[in-house]
């Protein structure tokens, strides 16, 4: 509505003009507006616009020091790129015009092209039956959306757009997240089962293990525990939509020392890869788990779990 009413405004190139009064003089124009808590110096200028067109729906009359246009068409265009609430009847908006105007149009239809590109994707695998689903492409996909989600916060793109941008975002991952759940219960799980069968032929006492299947993170670790929990067990599991890395151990009562369990086998990882774990209320000398920020250290995590468990696992 303030962006239409604006664009009507430049296109009927209502003048704008400037006169210079001493302040009490001003201060008893009709409908002067003022900044709030503003100083003002004993002579000012009155900036006012639609004083000579009663009929344009347009009349504003402002104290202010600076310069200004001549004309509302000189504005070229206008665009709100956000807002802030101020009060419970106030908003601060944040706008662009000109070329500036122009760019930031452009720029929120280029990023309106590519959801719209995401949301095809997405379309053409709901279309599919769950075994030809293909999760590494819904997993690019989200780390689009993510991407998508940082220029929202990062550039200037208009405020509607960014709207549009988000509804249509968080439907697309909604969509995202229900596909791989479905194609890891009925598939994903079975692969990585298999993965690991093949992994885990070594006569080690142990095993560090980081899951490749693509699917639901949090339903294959989980199956992943409950299926190869006869002996010590850690899996990682990386998550490309936030850069993160899901981890869980599990202990059985007949491996844990004062200096080998759950927690403490964990704790061995969590600066590597600056982690926050926990035991979601299980004995933490049998279970733990852990989110790590710093994927980038997956490698030296593994190491270092197999380092520990070798110094430390008594059998």
């Known amino acids: 509505m303030i962006e239409s009413n604006v664009a009507s405004f430049i296109k009927n190139q209502i003048d704008i003009t400037r006169s210079v009064l001493p302040l009490q003089t001003a201060m008893l124009e009709p409908n002067i507006t003022t900044i709030p808590q503003m100083i003002y110096p004993d002579i000012v200028n009155v900036i006012t616009i639609g004083k000579d067109r009663p009929n344009n729906n347009l009349f504003s009359a402002e104290l202010c020091c600076g310069t200004h246009l001549h004309n509302t068409s000189h504005v070229s265009s206008f665009v709100i790129t956000s807002q802030r609430k101020v009060s419970q009847t106030e908003r601060l908006l944040h706008v662009v015009t000109g070329k500036q105007a122009q760019s930031v149009i452009g720029f929120g239809n280029r990023l309106i092209e590519e959801v719209l590109q995401m949301e095809k994707i997405v379309e053409k695998e709901e279309l599919k039956q769950v075994d030809n689903i293909e999760p590494d492409i819904m997993k690019s996909v989200i780390v689009d ?12 793109v208009p405020l509607r757009k960014q709207m549009t941008i988000y509804e249509k975002i968080d439907t697309i991952e909604r969509k995202i997240k229900s596909l791989i759940r479905r194609y890891t219960k009925t598939k994903g799980i079975q692969k990585m089962q298999d993965e690991i069968r093949k992994a885990m032929q070594n006569d080690k006492n142990y095993f560090v293990h980081k899951i490749e299947t693509v699917g639901d993170e949090n339903q294959l670790i989980k199956a992943a525990v409950e299926t190869f929990g006869n002996k010590p067990v850690m899996f990682f599991v990386p998550n490309l939509g936030n850069n993160q890395v899901l981890c869980q151990c599990l202990v059985p009562p007949r491996c844990v020392t004062s200096t080998f369990s759950a927690k403490t086998w964990m704790a061995s990882v969590l600066e590597v890869l600056d982690g926050e774990g926990n035991s979601k209320k299980q004995n933490p000398e049998h279970f733990f788990s852990m989110t790590g920020k710093k994927m980038e250290n ?6 270092t779990s197999k380092m520990f468990a070798e110094r430390h696992l008594k059998l």
Do not use: F, G, H, S
């Open 145 to 156: 959306i993510k991407q998508e989600r940082k220029t929202l916060r990062d550039c200037l």
């Open 298 to 303: 997956l490698c030296e995590a593994i190491e």
